[in-house]
Structure formats: C-alpha cells, structure tokens
C-alpha cells in the first residue's frame, strides 16, 4: 500500500516501480512539495539497464528523464 510506504530520500536512486518523494527528496524536479515517481527498465541488471522515470506531483505537473546503464548520468528533468 502507497500511503504507508515512506518517501525516497533521493529521486536519484536506482529502483523500479512507483515510489512517493516528498519535500526533503533530493533531485526532484520543479517545485512539487509530494508526489509520485514512476521508473520504468528494460532489465534487471543494473548495469545494461535503461531506465526512464516519470514524475508527477501534486501541482499537476509531468517531467520524464532517462539514464542508460548503471554508470551513466540522468538526464535533466523535462517538463511535458
């Protein structure tokens, strides 16, 4: 259940699913205090991984990054 799950310290670890980040959450994009980040990988080695995440917060607003391999970087936050 979600709503019992505590929020993700950084947005910048590597997980899938969906995960809730809140204020203290690091590498958040904009200025969404809550939200939901939904991250999405071809396969469950890390290191040949491409993972793309989708955030939404609670002002509405949608942003999308992506990041291939286990030792590469994210790619800045875009907003849709």
Do not use: E
Not at 72 to 80: I, P, Q, R, V
């Amino acid at each position: 259940m979600l709503a019992n799950n505590p929020y993700i310290a950084d947005a910048n670890d590597l997980m899938a699913g969906l995960k809730q980040f809140g204020p203290n959450s690091l590498n958040t994009p904009g200025t969404d205090g809550y939200g939901f980040i939904r991250t999405y990988a071809n396969s469950t080695d890390p290191s040949y991984r491409y993972l793309w995440r989708y955030q939404v917060g609670f002002s509405k607003a949608v942003y999308v990054r992506w990041k291939i391999n286990s030792d590469g970087t994210w790619s800045a936050w875009l907003k849709l």
